[in-house]
C-alpha cells in the first residue's frame, strides 16, 4: 500500500478548510471525490489517512479516560486535520474542552466549547451529544456565576453588621468578653476599625512624645556646651588627634593579571613554567599534587586540562602579601570556580600559589 506524502495530506486538508470556508457547508461525497480526483490521491491513500485518523482518535480517547485532557485536545486536533468532519470526533473534542473548562476555569476553554459545538450542529443540527452537552455547561457556568455572588454576600455580611452591634450594643459586649474565644474570633473583623483607630492615636501619642524629648535633649546640649566654654574645658569624650604614620603604598603585579598568565602558559603547552608557578609546599604537598610535576599535574594540564575554558577571574581579597583570587571555569558544558590563594614572593617579586579550592 503506498503511503500519501505530508505534501499531499496538507494539500488534501488546506482544500477542504478552504472549501468549507467559502462555502459555510459540509461538502458532500460527490464534491469530496472532486477534490482527491484533482489532487491525485488514490483510493488506498485515502484509506491511510483515515487510518491514521483513527489512531489520533483512539490515543485522544484513552487520555480522555485518564483525564488528561491537554494531551487529549492536542491527539483530537490532529485527527480531526485528517478527518474534519467527523461528527463523533467534533464531539468529543467539545468535551474535551469541557473537561479542562471545569478543571482550570479558563476563558479561552469557555470559547471552544461554543465554536466546536456550532462545527457539530453544521454536521448534524439535531446532534443530541451536543445539546445535551451545552446544556451541561450553561449550568455549570451559571452555577459557578451564582456561588461567587453568594460567597460574596456570605463574607460581607459580618463585616458589615457584626461591628456595628458589637460597637452599640453593650450587653453583646460583655458576653463577648467574658468568652476569650469568640472574643478572638469577633475582634479580628468587629474590632478591626476601632483597633485601628486606637493605632493612629497611639502612633500620634508617641510623635508627641517624641518630639518633646528630642527638644529636651536638644535643650540640656545646649546647657551643657556653654558650661564647657565658660570652664574653658573639653568637651566629653574628648580625645586629642593622634598623629599616625602614613602607610607606604606597596607596588604589587596585579592578581588577576597572575592567573590570567598562568592559564595561557597551561593553553601553550608551557606546563614546566605554570608548575613554577606554585609555591614549593604546595608542590610538596602529597595530596594536592600526588607524584609532584610528571603525576597527576603533567597528565591533567598536559592533556585534557587544557581544554579548559576560563571565563571571569576576579580578586576577592588582597593585601601586600596575599591575595585571593577566583576564576570561572568551564570543562565539557560544565560550569565551576577555583579559587586561588596567592601569597607573593620576595625573591622573584611574583606572585605564588599556595593553595587550590573547587568550588
Not at 91 to 117: F, P, V
Not at 124 to 149: A, Y
Not at 319 to 335: P, Y
Given at each position: 500500500?503506498?503511503?500519501?506524502?505530508?505534501?499531499?495530506?496538507?494539500?488534501?486538508?488546506?482544500?477542504?478548510?478552504?472549501?468549507?470556508?467559502?462555502?459555510?457547508?459540509?461538502?458532500?461525497?460527490?464534491?469530496?471525490?472532486?477534490?482527491?480526483?484533482?489532487?491525485?490521491?488514490?483510493?488506498?491513500?485515502?484509506?491511510?489517512?483515515?487510518?491514521?485518523?483513527?489512531?489520533?482518535?483512539?490515543?485522544?480517547?484513552?487520555?480522555?479516560?485518564?483525564?488528561?485532557?491537554?494531551?487529549?485536545?492536542?491527539?483530537?486536533?490532529?485527527?480531526?486535520?485528517?478527518?474534519?468532519?467527523?461528527?463523533?470526533?467534533?464531539?468529543?473534542?467539545?468535551?474535551?474542552?469541557?473537561?479542562?473548562?471545569?478543571?482550570?476555569?479558563?476563558?479561552?476553554?469557555?470559547?471552544?466549547?461554543?465554536?466546536?459545538?456550532?462545527?457539530?450542529?453544521?454536521i448534524q443540527p439535531d446532534c443530541e451529544?451536543?445539546?445535551?452537552?451545552?446544556?451541561?455547561?450553561?449550568?455549570?457556568?451559571?452555577?459557578?456565576?451564582?456561588?461567587?455572588?453568594?460567597?460574596?454576600?456570605?463574607?460581607?455580611?459580618?463585616?458589615?453588621?457584626?461591628?456595628?452591634?458589637?460597637?452599640?450594643?453593650?450587653?453583646?459586649?460583655?458576653?463577648?468578653?467574658?468568652?476569650?474565644?469568640?472574643?478572638?474570633?469577633?475582634?479580628?473583623?468587629?474590632?478591626?476599625?476601632?483597633?485601628?483607630?486606637?493605632?493612629?492615636?497611639?502612633?500620634?501619642?508617641?510623635?508627641?512624645?517624641?518630639?518633646?524629648?528630642?527638644?529636651?535633649?536638644?535643650?540640656?546640649?545646649?546647657?551643657?556646651?556653654?558650661?564647657?566654654?565658660?570652664?574653658?574645658?573639653?568637651?566629653?569624650?574628648?580625645?586629642?588627634?593622634?598623629?599616625?604614620?602614613?602607610?607606604?603604598?606597596?607596588?604589587?603585579?596585579?592578581?588577576?593579571?597572575?592567573?590570567?598568565?598562568?592559564?595561557?602558559?597551561?593553553?601553550?603547552?608551557?606546563?614546566?613554567?605554570?608548575?613554577?608557578?606554585?609555591?614549593?609546599?604546595?608542590?610538596?604537598?602529597?595530596?594536592?599534587?600526588?607524584?609532584?610535576?610528571?603525576?597527576?599535574?603533567?597528565?591533567?594540564?598536559?592533556?585534557?586540562g587544557r581544554n579548559t575554558e576560563v571565563?571571569?577571574?576576579?580578586?576577592?581579597?588582597?593585601?601586600?602579601?596575599?591575595?585571593?583570587?577566583?576564576?570561572?571555569?568551564?570543562?565539557?558544558?560544565?560550569?565551576?570556580?577555583?579559587?586561588?590563594?596567592?601569597?607573593?614572593?620576595?625573591?622573584?617579586?611574583?606572585?605564588?600559589?599556595?593553595?587550590?579550592?573547587?568550588?
Amino acid at each position: 500500500m503506498k503511503e500519501p506524502s505530508d505534501k499531499i495530506i496538507d494539500n488534501y486538508i488546506e482544500r477542504i478548510t478552504t472549501f468549507s470556508q467559502n462555502f459555510q457547508g459540509i461538502p458532500t461525497s460527490e464534491e469530496l471525490d472532486k477534490i482527491v480526483s484533482e489532487l491525485g490521491i488514490t483510493d488506498e491513500q485515502i484509506s491511510v489517512i483515515q487510518i491514521e485518523s483513527q489512531a489520533y482518535f483512539i490515543r485522544a480517547k484513552s487520555y480522555m479516560k485518564l483525564k488528561q485532557w491537554d494531551d487529549a485536545i492536542v491527539e483530537l486536533q490532529e485527527a480531526i486535520s485528517l478527518n474534519p468532519f467527523s461528527l463523533e470526533m467534533i464531539c468529543c473534542l467539545c468535551e474535551a474542552y469541557m473537561g479542562r473548562w471545569q478543571l482550570k476555569h479558563r476563558r479561552e476553554d469557555a470559547i471552544n466549547i461554543q465554536s466546536t459545538a456550532r462545527k457539530c450542529f453544521q454536521i448534524q443540527p439535531d446532534c443530541e451529544v451536543t445539546m445535551n452537552l451545552l446544556c451541561r455547561f450553561n449550568r455549570l457556568r451559571k452555577w459557578r456565576k451564582n456561588s461567587k455572588i453568594f460567597t460574596s454576600i456570605i463574607i460581607s455580611i459580618p463585616i458589615c453588621i457584626v461591628p456595628t452591634i458589637f460597637i452599640y450594643y453593650k450587653p453583646l459586649q460583655s458576653i463577648v468578653l467574658s468568652n476569650p474565644f469568640i472574643a478572638s474570633l469577633i475582634s479580628q473583623n468587629a474590632g478591626s476599625k476601632i483597633l485601628a483607630k486606637h493605632l493612629q492615636e497611639s502612633m500620634e501619642d508617641i510623635k508627641i512624645q517624641q518630639s518633646a524629648l528630642r527638644e529636651e535633649v536638644n535643650s540640656l546640649k545646649n546647657k551643657q556646651l556653654i558650661n564647657n566654654r565658660s570652664n574653658n574645658s573639653p568637651p566629653p569624650n574628648y580625645s586629642p588627634p593622634v598623629n599616625s604614620p602614613t602607610p607606604v603604598a606597596v607596588d604589587r603585579p596585579p592578581t588577576d593579571r597572575f592567573i590570567s598568565d598562568y592559564y595561557s602558559k597551561i593553553k601553550s603547552g608551557q606546563t614546566v613554567s605554570s608548575w613554577g608557578d606554585f609555591t614549593s609546599d604546595y608542590q610538596n604537598n602529597s595530596r594536592a599534587n600526588p607524584g609532584g610535576y610528571s603525576g597527576d599535574y603533567l597528565k591533567w594540564w598536559g592533556g585534557l586540562g587544557r581544554n579548559t575554558e576560563v571565563g571571569r577571574i576576579e580578586t576577592i581579597d588582597a593585601n601586600a602579601d596575599r591575595a585571593i583570587v577566583q576564576a570561572h571555569c568551564r570543562f565539557r558544558r560544565k560550569s565551576y570556580i577555583v579559587r586561588y590563594y596567592l601569597i607573593f614572593d620576595e625573591s622573584s617579586q611574583s606572585w605564588k600559589i599556595n593553595r587550590i579550592d573547587k568550588i
